[in-house]
């Protein structure tokens, strides 16, 4: 396995979508708020950029839909249009 400069961008953008997930699966962050698409968002796009230096198609797939969702996501919590845990309550 090579590693190369390019993955050190790819593996925050891993952890970002990690943390994100873990922090709305624990309770400590919900999808309505925009930090998680922005979690989200940042993740993909580090991730895709590093797949601009060693192409993969089915990553590269996945990760232009979580950056797009994520974008999605991220409008429709700061135009209020997203239910949040305080709405639950």
């Known amino acids: 396995m090579n590693y190369a400069w390019y ?3 790819g593996n925050i ?3 970002l979508l990690i943390a994100a997930y873990w922090m709305l ?3 400590r962050l919900h ?3 925009p930090l998680y698409s922005v979690l989200n968002g940042l993740g993909a796009a580090f991730i895709l950029f590093s797949l601009f230096f060693d192409f993969n198609l ?4 996945i990760e232009v839909f979580w ?3 994520s974008f999605y996501g ?14 639950s309550q």
């Not at 089915?58 to 797939?61: E, G, L, R, T, V």
């Not at 991220?74 to 709405?87: A, F, N, W």
Request: hydrophobic residues 40%; charged residues 20%; proline residues 6%.
């Open 7 to 9: 993955d050190i961008p």
């Open 13 to 15: 953008g891993v952890a």
């Open 25 to 27: 699966q624990s309770g």
């Open 31 to 33: 999808a309505g708020q």
């Open 58 to 61: 089915s990553a590269a797939i």
């Open 67 to 69: 950056l797009a969702i």
């Open 74 to 87: 991220l409008l429709r919590s700061l135009r209020g249009k997203v239910p949040t845990r305080e709405d």
